[in-house]
């Protein structure tokens, strides 16, 4: 069992830079690739990065890659989502899951964090 919560969210001007913390539970956090979702109100949720879980590979979409970066310290069961040049098209609920699968896809993960609000204004 892995219990994920997500911190750092925040109300940004456009530009802005915010780093999401996702803290896990358990000492098998390590086990699991980590990965960073986002929604919007009536929308589904949309991949945004994902880190092995060794932290040796990432996967971006494209609409963040050069502005986030994914990362993960194993020994402090955390991951992060640096997220710079913040547009207000990233303003969602972002989510951290853990799964046994290197994937975009939000059915492959396992467990998830209840999500923090990011909103970017112009």
């Known amino acids: 069992q892995v219990q994920l919560v997500e911190s750092g969210g925040g109300s940004v001007q456009s530009g802005g830079s915010l780093r999401l913390s996702c803290a896990a539970s358990g000492r098998t956090f390590s086990r699991y690739h980590m990965g960073w979702f986002r929604q919007e109100p009536g929308k589904e949720r949309e991949f945004v990065a994902v880190?092995?879980?060794?932290?040796?590979?990432?996967y971006y979409q494209d609409a963040v890659k050069g502005r986030f970066t994914i990362s993960r310290d194993n020994a402090k069961n955390t991951g992060y989502l640096q997220m710079n040049t913040l547009k207000p098209e990233d303003t969602a609920v972002y989510y951290c899951?853990?799964?046994?699968?290197?994937?975009?896809?939000?059915?492959?993960?396992?467990?998830w964090g209840r999500g923090t609000q990011v909103t970017v204004s112009s």
């Open positions: 899951g853990a799964g046994q699968y290197f994937s975009p896809s939000a059915d492959d993960y396992g467990y």
């Open positions: 880190i092995t879980a060794n932290g040796s590979s990432t």
